[in-house]
């Protein structure tokens, strides 16, 4: 049980942490671009940010366990700024917003999971 505690504790950190520093760094970008090239420019810059600082949480807790639900909240948490404007005077709503995609991202992978393997695994 300990094990399990250690990598689920390990998933979350990695999401919420990974996911507000893609928020952040989409947030660094000119408010003037319209809001679609915005989103993906955004997308972009929020991955490149979370891979650059994802290698410590590939080590501890695993690659594909963390590179899968990390990438995606990244890529949800760094369209915040584009979507909400408001979010960039007010950075600690901002981080609570990519926290949530973050652990949501980590639910959806969970759940995808859980009903791709078989009856026996879960």
């Known amino acids: 049980m300990k094990r399990r505690l250690y990598f689920?504790?390990?998933?979350?950190?990695?999401?919420?942490?990974?996911?507000i520093l893609a928020a952040w760094a989409a947030g660094q970008l000119p408010a003037t671009w319209p809001m679609v090239?915005?989103?993906g420019v955004?997308?972009?810059?929020g991955m490149l940010a979370a891979m650059v600082a994802m290698p410590p949480f590939l080590a501890l807790?695993?690659?594909?366990?963390?590179?899968?639900?990390?990438?995606?909240?990244?890529?949800?948490?760094s369209m915040l700024p584009?979507?909400?404007?408001a979010l960039r005077e007010d950075p600690?709503?901002?981080?609570?917003?990519?926290?949530?995609?973050g652990i949501a991202a980590w639910w959806f992978t969970?759940?995808?999971?859980?009903?791709l393997r078989p009856e026996g695994e879960r």
């Open 110 to 115: 969970w759940m995808v999971d859980r009903l």
């Open 82 to 85: 584009s979507m909400l404007p």
């Open 42 to 45: 955004g997308m972009a810059v």
């Open 61 to 77: 807790f695993g690659a594909m366990e963390v590179m899968l639900p990390v990438m995606l909240g990244s890529m949800m948490s």
């Open 92 to 101: 600690w709503t901002m981080a609570i917003w990519a926290s949530a995609c």
């Open 8 to 19: 689920l504790v390990g998933d979350w950190t990695s999401c919420v942490v990974l996911s």
């Open 37 to 39: 090239v915005e989103m």
